[in-house]
């Protein structure tokens, strides 16, 4: 296998192991509220916003510490010790008790943070300039099956129900619990790139298993107190900063999409006995504009004829119509009335169709935001791929955290305020940061020698 095969075959084993562990994990976040709505024990007091607030709560407090942890262990090690936290959290599913599920919260938001982190190294050492699109394009669209896979299991389990019972949930959670498992396995088939480069690195930078043995804990924690320092450096640089607004915004609308959304659509008694299970239907959707999202746009990257301004402005104009259609659908008190669901409407007769290519939309869009997010990550901090990610994902795992709070008591109308207003302020940083790249491309080019 050439280096480049092999890098490639990477990216694809990386993507196959997230799309296992998030068909488990997305699914169960989209769920969570309308699950613990239908519990039949009156001792748990949990709720999917608040747990899903503390996970990222925690994950933005672990973000700067977590490049130092791949540091430390290396990225492939660190991204399957991550998964089993993924996997315990949802097991707790299976039968939830209220201290269980919010100390599962805790620790799955430690595990989000390193998990990300070392994604991204991995993703950048097996990518070059000319790749790191294409690779971006192809991990998102992978990443994205999840959303297929996990949600059909929901419509046809769910198909029907108006309420979930013990039995189901135990069904539904049981198999999840054992899919997340299969993704944690697959990061032992990452291989070791062979790049001349790399190759003279410690196995700290290229995750291979085998070498970091070899390698002396003075230069592990050295890695890792300066990846720290980069991380807390990187933070107040007017790049990132700029960065930090469109990153903010994929936290946000990440929220709305993952968790908010489907609770609506479920809480809908004038969508009849099929609510619930259009939870997973518009999780499907989500999904596929996602993939048909990452798959478009890791093939243009592919070509060099993607434009990474042109994708962003064409995924805040399908958010901002997506949110219009949505604000016309679905009645304000959609977020916050799972547990007896709405029988108001909007300003229209509620529409199944539209609410599912609302949700389309909402996919197809944030695969615009993220796919071109990664790639620019990944060029502009091509060098300090960990710090930057882990500082990407700070950002966006505090916005994140702020939206699951703020959902448990702010009407529809409001949350889609926030979005439409940090989509367009995110949006326009994102163009003044990839103007400024291009720029600075152009005077290497024009200034380095000709051989």
Avoid at 237 to 249: D, F, G, N, R
Avoid at 295 to 320: A, D, E, P, Y
Wanted: charged share 10%.
């Amino acid at each position: 296998m050439t280096p480049d095969n092999k890098k490639l075959f990477n990216i694809i084993i990386l993507g196959c192991a997230f799309m296992f562990m998030f068909t488990a994990f997305q699914t169960c976040g989209n769920v969570a509220q309308t699950v613990i709505a239908n519990l039949n024990n009156t001792d748990f007091h949990g709720s999917g916003y608040t747990s899903m607030a503390v996970i990222y709560g925690v994950l933005s407090a672990s973000n700067l510490v977590a490049p130092s942890v791949v540091a430390l262990i290396g990225p492939q090690f660190a991204m399957f010790i991550s998964g089993l936290f993924y996997s315990a959290y949802i097991a707790t599913f299976i039968q939830p008790f209220t201290w269980s599920f919010y100390t599962a919260s805790v620790f799955v938001g430690v595990a989000a943070a390193v998990l990300w982190t070392a994604q991204g190294n991995c993703l950048t050492i097996n990518s070059d300039e000319n790749t790191i699109g294409r690779n971006s394009g192809i991990f998102w669209a992978l990443l994205q099956f999840s959303l297929l896979f996990g949600n059909l299991f929901i419509y046809f389990a769910w198909k029907g129900k108006s309420h979930i019972s013990d039995a189901d949930r135990r069904t539904v959670f049981i198999a999840l619990t054992v899919i997340s498992l299969v993704g944690t396995v697959l990061f032992f088939l990452i291989r070791k790139p062979d790049s001349p480069s790399l190759l003279e690195e410690d196995a700290n930078v290229n995750g291979s298993l085998d070498a970091e043995i070899n390698v002396p804990l003075e230069n592990k924690m050295s890695k890792a107190l300066d990846a720290l320092k980069k991380s807390l450096q990187l933070c107040i640089t007017k790049q990132m900063l700029l960065l930090s607004v469109s990153i903010a915004y994929t936290g946000f609308e990440l929220t709305f999409f993952s968790g908010v959304y489907g609770t609506c659509i479920g809480s809908m008694n004038k969508f009849g006995a099929e609510a619930k299970s259009l939870i997973g239907l518009s999780g499907i959707f989500i999904g596929i504009g996602e993939i048909l999202g990452g798959s478009l746009f890791g093939l243009l990257s592919k070509k060099k004829q993607c434009n990474r301004n042109l994708v962003v402005l064409l995924g805040i104009v399908i958010h901002t119509l997506a949110f219009y259609l949505i604000f016309l659908n679905i009645p304000a008190d959609a977020p916050i009335s799972s547990s007896t669901g709405t029988d108001n409407k909007a300003y229209m007769n509620p529409s199944v169709t539209l609410a599912l290519f609302c949700s389309f939309l909402l996919g197809f869009g944030d695969s615009c935001f993220n796919t071109q997010l990664l790639s620019i990550l990944g060029v502009l901090y091509s060098e300090d791929s960990a710090p930057a990610f882990a500082v990407a994902k700070f950002v966006q795992s505090i916005s994140a955290a702020v939206a699951f709070f703020y959902s448990n008591y702010l009407l529809l109308q409001w949350q889609l305020l926030i979005l439409v207003i940090f989509g367009f302020f995110g949006t326009i940083s994102f163009f003044n940061v990839q103007w400024k790249a291009v720029a600075l491309s152009s005077q290497q080019t024009a200034y380095s020698p000709r051989l």
